[in-house]
């Protein structure tokens, strides 16, 4: 039974010393600093303007489903359904502001960057690849004159000229 604990341990151990947990760990700490980030832009930049436009901030403006939408003074208690629209307005919001940070800071520059460098590995391979094509041209023309040298024509499909093995050297 011990030998389960050590080697759940070292497992654990092992799971936890692998880089992409502590890369998790530094991407949540750094979502949650930036979400406070968003926050404060949409409190403090947004919900003015639309304060400006309108009577409130984004988190007051709501709509009465059924009743009147009125709280009792001395109990505090709502009378009414009212939905809350500006909450959720505003955190649809936030979550645009998020994403479109996310995505032009972050997901665009590496997407171009990546395809940057698998151009360059693709030209690196396009060039060795015409190198090995034209070594392998080289190497023909050298066999054609081999064979052109010993008295045949021009190379045949076989890889010999028509005066060379298997050939009767005529035309």
């Known amino acids: 039974m011990s030998e ?3 080697s759940l341990l070292e ?4 799971f936890l010393t692998r880089g992409n947990v502590i890369d998790l760990a ?18 403090g930049v947004i919900n003015p303007l639309v304060g400006a436009f309108g009577t409130q901030d984004l988190d007051n403006y ?3 489903l059924r009743g009147p939408c009125t709280t009792d003074p001395a109990t505090g208690e709502m009378d009414g ?11 649809t919001l936030s979550f645009l502001i998020t994403a479109a940070v996310v995505y032009f800071l972050m997901v665009l520059p590496m997407a171009k960057y ?4 698998a151009a360059m590995q693709a030209a690196k391979e396009g060039v060795q690849e015409t190198l090995e094509v034209s070594e392998l041209e080289v190497l023909k023309e050298i066999r054609d004159a ?5 008295g045949g024509g021009a190379a045949g ?15």
Not at 11 to 14: R, Y
Not at 28 to 43: L, P, S, Y
């Open 26 to 43: 530094v991407a949540v700490v750094i979502g949650a600093a930036f979400t406070n980030i968003v926050n404060a832009v949409v409190k």
């Open 11 to 14: 497992g654990f151990k092992a």
């Open 62 to 64: 709501s709509s009465c």
């Open 81 to 91: 359904i009212e939905i809350l629209w500006g909450s959720v307005l505003s955190a």
């Open 157 to 171: 499909p076989g890889g010999f000229g028509a005066g060379g093995p298997g050939g009767d050297g005529e035309r």
């Open 146 to 150: 081999l064979v052109a040298q010993r």
């Open 114 to 117: 990546l395809a940057r460098r």
């Open 4 to 6: 389960k604990k050590v």
